[in-house]
């Protein structure tokens, strides 16, 4: 499969302030990538850099194997081949939905634009709309026409600036997951920047946690939740407390919980202080274990309590539950470790480095 986007090494910087910091990831043909992280990481500048409205400080960006950007040669942003959909999807109200979508295409002939437009309304779920105008339509039917605007000239790239945060909670993951379809049907790449991980989830093949304008982890979903490579992937991706722990040997570590098998990281010697991630499905309910903690919250989620268990120490930890499991706080709930996905940090020493490794291990 072929390499639609590259990102080889970009910095970019506002003035002095540098706030992308040599990003590096790639995408293949019809893959869809996410850019997630909190407000002020630098994804949505990593964004705009691809789209041509930033400059590069260093490194390139290759679309299509075509060098878009080298620092001081820019090619223009409408010379790219990309579509972009914005956060506020910038739909013109004085237009109708069907000029709307056509506005990127007036070269095609009259009858093609018409084919074209009445084929993404069909595409994006609104077939018959074309008449109607911007306000006339739900937030959620607005970025429909913003996205069919954007794929009306069949760009070899497709970006999404926070395209469903206006949009109700409800709405947003299932809008994602109908934007993957589309954009899967249509066969065009896509990258997606947001802060929220269940939109990440519903939409990409590949995400890219960003903090502090660099890059830390460009991975499956699945692994960004299972085997996270830094500490602050591990935070900020799913719930979960660290867990202090000690190293026994190189392949064993004891907790509070339990002496569990894996890899330690690099460096750490029998007696070395380091931390587990804990995930709430990795602490077991369990009546007949000689283990015990303290209610100390719960959450009703339906089918689920998230319980907080406070253990001997004082120190917490996360447990999802099966409703039916009804524990009042400060009763004592039977819990067991099992641990399918071992992620250890070697303890802080006061850095705060959010690119510190960790050594993980699958069962299995």
Not at 33 to 50: D, E, Q, V, W, Y
Not at 59 to 72: A, F, H, K, S
Request: net charge negative; with cysteine; proline share 5%.
């Amino acid at each position: 499969m072929n390499s639609l986007l590259e990102i080889e090494a970009v910095s970019v910087a506002y003035g002095n302030r540098a706030v992308v910091h040599e990003v590096s990831l790639g995408l293949q043909q019809f893959e869809i990538g996410c850019l997630l992280g909190p407000s002020g990481c630098g994804k949505t500048t990593l964004l705009r850099a691809i789209a041509g409205f930033e400059p590069i400080t260093t490194g390139r960006i290759l679309v299509n194997r075509q060098v878009m950007n080298l620092p001081g040669q820019e090619t223009a942003p409408e010379r790219r081949g990309i579509g972009m959909v914005f956060q506020d999807f910038a739909l013109f109200p004085h237009l109708s939905v069907a000029d709307n979508i056509s506005f990127g295409i007036r070269n095609y002939k009259w009858r093609e634009q018409g084919r074209r437009v009445e084929a993404l309304l069909k595409l994006v779920g609104l077939p018959g709309a074309g008449k109607r105008y911007p306000h006339e339509l739900s937030g959620g039917q607005q970025q429909r026409i913003a996205l069919a605007r954007a794929l009306a000239p069949r760009p070899h790239l497709l970006l999404l600036d926070e395209p469903f945060s206006s949009l109700d909670i409800e709405l947003r993951e299932s809008l994602a997951a109908e934007v993957r379809h589309i954009l899967k049907e249509e066969g065009i790449t896509g990258l997606l920047v947001t802060h929220d991980q269940h939109e990440a989830f519903a939409m990409a093949d590949r995400v890219g946690v960003m903090n502090d304008g660099r890059l830390l982890q460009w991975d499956t979903a699945y692994n960004l939740y299972h085997q996270p490579a830094h500490r602050f992937v591990a935070d900020f991706i799913g719930q979960g407390v660290l867990l202090p722990g000690r190293v026994l040997n190189e392949n064993e570590v004891e907790t509070e919980l339990a002496i569990i098998t894996g890899k330690v990281p690099t460096g750490c010697r029998s007696g070395c202080p380091v931390e587990v991630l804990v995930r709430p499905d990795d602490i077991q309910h369990d009546d007949c274990s000689p283990r015990t903690a303290e209610v100390a919250e719960r959450a009703f989620r339906g089918s689920h309590f998230l319980y907080t268990l406070r253990l001997d120490s004082g120190a917490e930890v996360l447990c999802l539950t099966p409703s039916h499991h009804d524990h009042p706080v400060g009763t004592r709930l039977g819990i067991r470790l099992e641990i399918d996905h071992l992620v250890v940090f070697a303890a802080k020493t006061g850095t705060t480095d959010p690119a510190e490794k960790a050594g993980s291990t699958t069962k299995g």
